[in-house]
């Protein structure tokens, strides 16, 4: 397993994972400017992995790379860039929740406005 090898495994697995990262980040800011979010998150995400997968055996049986640099590299950027994913998403879905109750008169601390003295 030369140097070049491997170099090639980490490259085509970050860029795999990052390709992945960005179609997540695209998929994702189109499905909170629509009022089918769950519909194009889960959509988009069930074709993101048909795609990934597709690619992941493409390159492992047609490619001179080291299997678990490949897929070492691959996974660690996916599971990276899946984390920042989450967070994201329930961080944004709980903000636009708060400006809907905002807007709406509702209150989001549980309240009604009613004061007690």
Not at 15 to 24: D, E, P, Q, R, V
Not at 61 to 73: C, E, S, T
Not at 80 to 108: F, N, W
């Amino acid at each position: 397993m030369g140097s070049e090898q491997i170099m090639l495994s980490v490259g085509l697995g970050v860029g795999l994972g990052l390709a992945y990262i960005f179609a997540s980040y695209v998929s994702n800011q189109l499905a909170l400017r629509s009022t089918q979010f769950m519909l194009i998150v889960v959509g988009a995400m069930m074709l993101r992995m048909f795609i990934a997968l597709v690619l992941l055996a493409v390159v492992l049986l047609m490619l001179p790379v080291a299997n678990a640099v490949f897929l070492g590299g691959f996974f660690v950027v996916f599971g990276i860039g899946l984390v920042i994913e989450v967070v994201t998403l329930h961080r944004r879905k709980l903000d636009s929740d708060a400006g809907r109750a905002e807007t709406s008169g509702l209150r989001t601390d549980g309240s009604n406005g009613e004061q007690f003295n």
